[in-house]
């Protein structure tokens, strides 16, 4: 599940290892503090939601707890063959493949913006963003199907 869900949200791997139940909502995950220090919301479809719903119950604060833990939450997710933020790249390019402007893929990783409007002014919001967010999500499914 959580190799799953770093490819289809693009998350960082220390926001999906800290991501808590109180900050999923039926159309967006709330991040309160990111890797750039400001919080941030991703709309979710239901795609996610399927994703999500085997680790419904395992945990009530965490959603990927972990008893051994010390922060209660898993910190260091099984060894595979690539490195975790392979999944946040190929988000990214399987965006840009799909059509979704440079910018909006931007956007949905939570990069900051290069210029001052985009910075300081432009604010999207996860009504707007949704839809290439389900570009994305359609487009990975059909490449894991194939």
Not at 44 to 67: D, N, T, Y
Not at 106 to 128: E, F
Request: one cysteine or more; hydrophobic letters at 40%.
């Amino acid at each position: 599940m959580f190799f799953e869900l770093a490819l289809f949200t693009g998350f960082r791997k220390t926001e999906l290892l800290t991501l808590e139940w109180k900050n999923v909502h039926e159309d967006h995950i709330h991040l309160p503090m990111t890797k750039n220090g400001r919080s941030f919301d991703l709309p979710i479809l239901q795609k996610h939601h399927e994703i999500l719903a085997p680790m419904r119950g395992l945990g009530r604060q965490w959603v990927f707890p972990s008893p051994k833990s010390v922060t209660g939450h898993v910190t260091n997710p099984c060894r595979i063959q690539w490195n975790p933020h392979a999944h946040r790249r190929t988000f990214a390019t399987v965006a840009m493949e799909a059509g979704v402007l440079e910018e909006i893929v931007g956007r949905l990783l939570n990069h900051t913006p290069l210029s001052i409007t985009g910075q300081r002014y432009v604010k999207p919001s996860l009504d707007a963003l949704r839809p290439s967010m389900e570009v994305v999500c359609n487009e990975l499914t059909v490449r894991l199907s194939a």
